[in-house]
């Protein structure tokens, strides 16, 4: 495996975005590694299910009411992370890194990412870190993710920015649809 140079595009996991939103340990360092990376040109990469998992743990293992979440959503997006498709041939090495390294699909879905655009990963995962090598950059004091059964509760309409961000979101539908 070779490693990504140093302008290389940098992965982020929803681990890495989730200590950010709740405060953990290694929160700090978080932001300060995608500030330092994104002052020196670096795109910030997610995969589209990103946004659903930092969603879901936020929602069931943190227990935030749906507006909190939302709030929490808009947030993330002024990090200015650009989300990639899982299009088939993502899907196909998602796959095989599931099978090479015993992966959840999630987490092979980060690593795939990450070799196919010849990345850098940051993850506050160990074992996912563990399978990315000298690919990945590892925030310490932050929590694995793992999933959990717990019911949402409440309503994301209670947040008060609500009715601007639906606005904002569908006029770049409309724009995207008609440029």
Avoid: C, H
């Avoid at 890495?16 to 340990?25: H, Q, R, W, Y």
């Avoid at 500030?35 to 935030?64: C, H, I, K, S």
């Avoid at 999933?147 to 724009?175: C, D, F, H, M």
Wanted: charged share 20%; aromatic share 6%.
């Amino acid at each position: 495996m070779t490693t990504p140079s140093a302008g290389s595009p940098l992965v982020v996991d929803a681990s890495v975005a989730v200590a950010i939103t709740v405060g953990e340990p290694s929160a700090r360092a978080g932001l300060r590694t995608l500030a330092e990376r994104r002052g020196q040109g670096v795109t910030l990469l997610v995969p589209a299910f990103f946004w659903l998992e930092v969603v879901n743990v936020l929602g069931l293992r943190y227990r935030m009411e749906p507006a909190l979440v939302l709030e929490a959503v808009v947030d993330l997006e002024k990090l200015r992370l650009e989300t990639i498709p899982l299009d088939r041939p993502q899907l196909l090495l998602t796959i095989d890194v599931m099978a090479r390294e015993g992966l959840s699909a999630y987490d092979a879905g980060y690593l795939a990412l990450a070799e196919s655009a010849d990345a850098q990963l940051v993850t506050a995962d160990r074992r996912l870190a563990a399978a990315a090598g000298a690919r990945a950059l590892r925030l310490d004091g932050g929590r694995e993710i793992r999933e959990t059964n717990q019911p949402y509760t409440g309503s994301w309409a209670t947040w008060p920015g609500a009715a601007a961000y639906l606005k904002e979101l569908r006029a770049r539908i409309v724009s995207q649809a008609n440029g």
